[in-house]
């Protein structure tokens, strides 16, 4: 059943600019029943689900407007569901200890209103499943075989209900979820650029940080033309919610002080651009606190990012320590048919 609160939301104009997502993310361990999952709307959680609690909540003050809704209950409802399918199809195939993941969702440019979806699934870490939303068809790039494959292949109303769900529910709820969080969503916050440098013989790093929203082109540029030669790194997030990212340039100094290089960052809030000096590199040998604080300050962020990403993962090793190896009896085939024919899948 579909959210009342969402559905009045259908029609109502946003004013956002560029590509926007919904993702969710599952996981679950073997040998027990720990499972849990997150929402991310435009790379902001807005809902968190674990099987102790069986419930699904909302992370964000917007969300809480229909916390109280039939859509938490459907949610649930989805989960629960697709935590008795990973035990029942894939762990009663697993010997040890495993992780399963699920990833899926859309993105929509409201700009130019291009869509893209995507559900897969993985086994350690690697790809496993992939549905191909043009064969219908699930794929497995890995060698070893599971029955899994087979009977999502053979389960053909629900490679039907995933293929309309993200095509077009996705996308449905992707405008409804950005509209009810338009005023925390639409935030802008101009990015910050600056030249980093280990010391004088070490790559120089383009380094932005503090930019909401996360769509970002940054470019180095040699002379006036774009370098290709260059080292993009990840996306990473900020704990106030504003994102970062580095850019790599590998030259030598002798180079960079005959030519005219520079980082160009476009942002929607504004576009910047750092010409490459002396004056405006901050290395290691400078003295001043914010230089080294910032050297520093970079990869203890990406390991926050990379602990934001596994935070789930290490919730479940935590309570697989705590919990014995219980495992559910396997759902009646009316709860696997209700979950495919859900009409909101988590």
Same mark, same amino acid.
Do not use: C, M
């Given at each position: 059943m579909r959210s009342s609160v969402l559905l009045l939301l259908v029609g109502i104009s946003h004013a956002f600019a560029g590509k926007h997502s919904l993702k969710y993310f599952y996981t679950s361990m073997s040998g027990d029943e720990t499972f849990a999952a997150i929402g991310l709307v435009d790379d902001i959680q807005f809902m968190y689900f674990d099987i102790n609690t069986k419930k699904a909540s909302p992370k964000t003050e917007w969300v809480r407007e229909i916390e109280e809704s039939d859509y938490w209950k459907s949610?649930?409802?989805s989960l629960i569901d697709q935590h008795h399918w990973i035990l029942n199809n894939i762990w009663t195939e697993s010997a040890g200890e495993h992780t399963y993941q699920i990833t899926y969702g859309c993105e929509w440019n409201d700009e130019t209103g291009k869509t893209n979806a995507f559900r897969q699934h993985g086994y350690d870490g690697e790809d496993f499943l992939l549905l191909d939303l043009k064969s219908d068809k699930w794929i497995s790039p890995i060698k070893k075989e599971f029955k899994a494959k087979e009977r999502c292949n053979n389960a053909t109303i629900r490679v039907a209900y995933w293929k309309n769900y993200l095509k077009m529910d996705c996308i449905e709820t992707l405008k409804k979820l950005l509209t009810l969080g338009k005023s !925390?969503?639409?935030?802008?916050?101009? %990015?910050?650029? $600056?030249?980093?440098?280990?010391?004088?013989?070490?790559?120089v790093l383009c380094h932005i940080t503090h930019f909401y929203p996360s769509n970002i082109t940054i470019t180095w540029m040699r002379n006036g033309q774009e370098l290709k030669n260059v080292k993009?790194?990840?996306?990473?997030?900020?704990?106030?919610?504003?994102?970062?990212?580095?850019?790599?340039?590998?030259?030598?100094?002798?180079?960079?002080?005959?030519?005219?290089f520079s980082c160009v960052v476009k942002h929607q809030s504004k576009t910047f651009r750092k010409t490459l000096t002396e004056k405006e590199i901050r290395t290691n040998n400078e003295t001043s606190a914010p230089v080294d604080m910032t050297v520093v300050v970079v990869p203890v962020v990406i390991l926050l990012s990379l602990l934001l990403i596994i935070?789930?993962?290490?919730?479940?090793?935590?309570?697989?320590?705590?919990? !014995?190896?219980?495992?559910?009896?396997? %759902?009646?085939? $009316?709860e696997y048919e209700s979950s495919v024919q859900s009409s909101t899948e988590a």
């Open positions: 949610q649930t409802h !925390s969503l639409e935030k802008t916050v101009s %990015p910050q650029v $600056s030249l980093l440098q280990k010391n004088s013989s070490s790559p993009v790194g990840n996306l990473l997030p900020n704990e106030d919610g504003t994102f970062q990212k580095t850019v790599t340039l590998q030259t030598e100094a002798d180079e960079w002080r005959k030519n005219e935070a789930v993962i290490g919730y479940l090793v935590y309570q697989r320590k705590l919990k !014995s190896g219980y495992v559910p009896a396997k %759902p009646s085939p $009316s």
